[in-house]
Nanobody
Framework: QAQLVESGGGLVQPGGSLTLTCVVS????????MSWYRQTSGKGRAPVAG????????PSPDSVKDRFTISRDVSKNTVYLQMNDLQPEDTAVYYC?????????WGQGTQVTVSS
């Protein structure tokens, strides 16, 4: 049974940084495309960063480009999201996602709040 557990969220001031961590068990991230999504109240989940099973990063949306960086450590079966220069509009619940043909898994999410 696949399990994705996010951590690292919290309250940060505008301009600050956070690193989110997604520890994966039950599957190998080397076999899956891994992504980070975020969701604000009343809206659907939107992707903010992705990395395919070969380790190649996929293009990020303009809203987070050059500020958010996804990485992975296959030996630890863990995916990270480094977020810099955070702004109030980045406030959301952030979810880790694993996807391959026929399979998709989600974590429970971690709250990120950007406020002064």
């Amino acid at each position: 049974q696949a399990q994705l557990v996010e951590s690292g969220g919290g309250l940060v001031q505008p301009g600050g940084s956070l690193t989110l961590t997604c520890v994966v068990s039950g599957i190998s991230i080397a076999d899956y495309g891994m992504s980070w999504y975020r969701q604000t109240s009343g809206k659907g989940r939107a992707p903010v960063a992705g990395i395919n099973s070969s380790g190649v990063k996929t293009p990020s949306p303009d809203s987070v480009k050059d500020r958010f960086t996804i990485s992975r450590d296959v030996s630890k079966n863990t995916v990270y999201l480094q977020m810099n220069d955070l702004q109030p509009e980045d406030t959301a619940v952030y979810y880790c996602n694993a996807r391959r043909i026929g399979y998709e898994h989600w974590g429970q999410g971690t709250q990120v709040t950007v406020s002064s």
